[in-house]
Nanobody, 126 residues
Framework: QLQLVESGGGLVQPGGSLRLSCAASGFTLDAYAIGWFRQAPGKEREGVSCISASSGMTYYADSMKGRFTISRDNAKNTVYLQMNSLKPEDTAVYYC???????????????????WGQGTQVTVSS
């Protein structure tokens, strides 16, 4: 059964860091682009970051550039999202999802992504 499981969320103070993991089971991630998305209460889902298969090209939403880093370890079948300099507005449930090969220009909308995980809560608060 194809499944993605996110982990690593939690409560962190502003300016702190977290590393989220997206682990795949039932298939191998190396042929897929992986996207991270988030949804805060009362807000629409937004794209956070994406990493393409093979080329490893990475993409970030403007508000995450310089603070977040996406990476993949195909040997561990896992994608990571390192989040630094966290702000209260980063509070949300974070999800990962897959798309064949490339992120594509429309990746932030997430419409072409599937096999969404259950999400992991990130709360940034003092």
């Amino acid at each position: 059964q194809l499944q993605l499981v996110e982990s690593g969320g939690g409560l962190v103070q502003p300016g702190g860091s977290l590393r989220l993991s997206c682990a795949a089971s039932g298939f191998t991630l190396d042929a897929y682009a992986i996207g991270w998305f988030r949804q805060a209460p009362g807000k629409e889902r937004e794209g956070v970051s994406c990493i393409s298969a093979s080329s490893g090209m990475t993409y970030y939403a403007d508000s995450m550039k310089g603070r977040f880093t996406i990476s993949r370890d195909n040997a561990k079948n896992t994608v990571y999202l390192q989040m630094n300099s966290l702000k209260p507005e980063d509070t949300a449930v974070y999800y990962c999802a897959i798309k064949v090969l490339w992120c594509g220009s429309g990746w932030p909308a997430g419409a072409a992504f599937g096999s969404w995980g259950q999400g992991t809560q990130v709360t940034v608060s003092s």
